[in-house]
């Protein structure tokens, strides 16, 4: 090989270097970082290097600490319910949406609306209406004869069912538009073949509408999912994670253990295991794109192939 | 098997008016082709008998049944569509077995008839197989055999072979016919292919601008046009247009213009006595021309050639005619000059005339 060729090969690598040294300082030296720091004993008055290297005693606190396997716990319970929830109503709006009605264009941009609100104000929004004296869900139900009302952020399974109903009010509108998107691009033709074909409605939906979108759903729901893990203000607003534990969401958890506790490798090494959790589905997402790709190229292959 | 009739059919989009009031019958056990350029409602026609677009006005009946409010399940037919519109995400036999399915037929049933469906298209290797894993010709045998699989007594064509390629086309265009000498049904089939609507049809409909032209059997339509549309759109190569106008000379009719002279027959001057414009356009088909260099003036026409394309068995000649462009369709033994003029005789059967302003024949 003479030195042109091989300068030549040099060149691309040359013109990536910038790239290459800003995501080093940028992205993997913060989170090596943070692993390092995971490891350490380490309270904000101490310079990192002072701090006493403990191995993984960190992790195995973790493990020990039932305050933090509860918000582990509830952060799951969360994301599963949340992300549950926004599907079924997000899919089920955009199936009945997906057809041409006079304003349906303008419909369309207020349910979206939600999502645009900055989540601290959504938080905020929310627990004015949650207050229990003068929040407007206990005064109507005041005025409909229920003198009592709801203790919306005062009892734990009512605070717990009032952060999901906000967080399924702002996110909805996602898993909505990205399923109307879906939906509009379906095949015309297939539906009015299912037309002819005696299909009703219902049958339509289950038979060729839900089939059809399945990888837009699973990619929508992963990200939502990946979303859901990390949740912060809206609940850092609303109950900051009580009463007791019972809204306590792993995020939460992380903020108070290194804000409040003053034990920053703890809180690392809690990031990471969240770190890791995120990671699983980030991959999972990864591995399933990468099947659907290879299962694209294996079946225009077989067309290729067996020809006309 | 049914009779279908439609009825002053009109179709509006807002204020646009598509088409204009479609009065047509059709037989039981009928192959009738929609055949017309693009836009011209045959499509839009279709799509409503199937009850996929809405009929704005008039009526459509099936065995005297108004059937405009019904839903297209409950009319009874199979449609192939243009882009086949398989379901993506089924397999060859789910595809073929969806409508059949929908209506809990007996498993053992189902199976057997897609079996003997797929054997006759050939698609039984194939039966596992999804859509996008079928070449083009594979996805249309689907789609025919999705509509074979239902017993419906009628079968709707939107264009099935115009995303093929020629060969394919050509083949399929065969099987197709053979298939609808088979299955006794009523078949109506949409295209802007003339090649597909001579071939496949019992009737032809010929449209254009949202109107019926003309419809009646191939032979009918090919052998007296109404008017200039039909006469021009049907036929490859098409209809030569000369201008020319209608003279009255020793006890007969001529019609001449530019570069020609051509004596009418008796029985044809007779039918024109009177007719009021004498302005019209002689239409010719390039098979009515054949060379001959010692016919008589008034019955033949002298044509410089200008470009001579050879096609196989026959050879097309681009002439001119008094600066008016003709084509003459010759077979290939004769013997063609490079340049100069060329005599042709015409074929009396073949002389078109139709009125200059409204385009209908005379």
Known sequence: ?308 | MPRIRLEGLVKRYGAVQVLHGIDLEMDENEFTVFVGPSGCGKSTTLRMIAGLESVSEGEIYIDEKPVSHLEPKARDLAMVFQDYALYPHMNVARNMSFALRLQRRPKAEIEQKIAAVAETLGLTPFLERKPAELSGGQRQRVAMGRALTRDSSTFLFDEPLSNLDAKLRGQMRAELALMSQRVKKNMIYVTHDQIEAMTLADRIVVMNGGYIQQQGTPEQLFKNPVNKFVAGFLGMPPMNFLDGELTHRDGTMFVSGNGFDVRLTQARSQSLQHVASKEVVLGIRPSDLSHDEKAPEDRSLSLGIVVSEYVGAQTVLLCDCGGQKIEVELKSETPVRAQGNMRFSINPEGIHLFDRQSEIAL
């Open chain 1, 1 to 308: 090989m003479s030195i042109a060729t091989r300068a030549n090969r040099l060149t691309p690598y040359i013109f990536m270097a910038p790239a290459v040294v800003v995501l080093v300082f940028a992205l993997l030296y913060p989170i090596g970082y943070m692993i390092y720091a995971s490891f350490l004993d380490w309270s904000p008055s101490q310079r990192i290097g002072e701090a006493e290297f403990i191995g993984f005693r960190n992790y195995i606190n973790l493990a020990g600490d039932a305050a933090f396997r509860e918000s582990f716990w509830v952060t799951i319970k969360f994301a599963a319910i949340v992300v549950t929830l926004e599907m079924v109503i997000g899919v089920g709006l955009a199936l009945l949406l997906d057809r041409n009605i006079k304003g349906m264009s303008v419909l369309r941009t207020i349910f979206i609306l939600p999502m645009m609100i900055a989540p601290i104000v959504v938080g905020l929004m929310w627990r004015y209406m949650y207050h229990p004296t003068v929040g407007i869900f206990n005064r109507t139900l005041k005025g409909m004869g229920f003198e009592e009302g709801i203790p919306w952020l005062s009892d734990g399974t009512w605070a717990f069912a009032a952060v999901v109903i906000a967080d399924v009010w702002q996110w909805t509108p996602f898993i909505f538009i990205l399923s109307l998107a879906a939906m509009q691009s379906l095949p015309r033709s297939a539906l009015e073949a299912a037309d002819i074909d005696g299909a009703t409605e219902m049958q339509k939906i289950w038979m060729i509408k839900l089939p059809l979108m399945m990888p837009v759903l699973i990619v929508t729901l992963l990200l939502r999912l990946i979303d859901a893990f990390k949740v912060l203000e809206v609940i850092l607003v609303l109950t900051n994670g009580g009463p007791g534990l019972s809204t306590e969401i792993l995020a939460l958890r992380i903020f108070r253990t290194a804000q409040e506790f003053q034990e920053l490798g703890e809180a690392a090494a809690m990031s990471n295991v969240l770190l890791i959790l995120l990671m699983v589905l980030t991959i999972g997402m990864f591995i399933y794109n990468k099947l659907q790709e290879a299962r694209a190229a294996a079946m225009r292959a077989k067309a290729n192939a067996t020809g006309s």
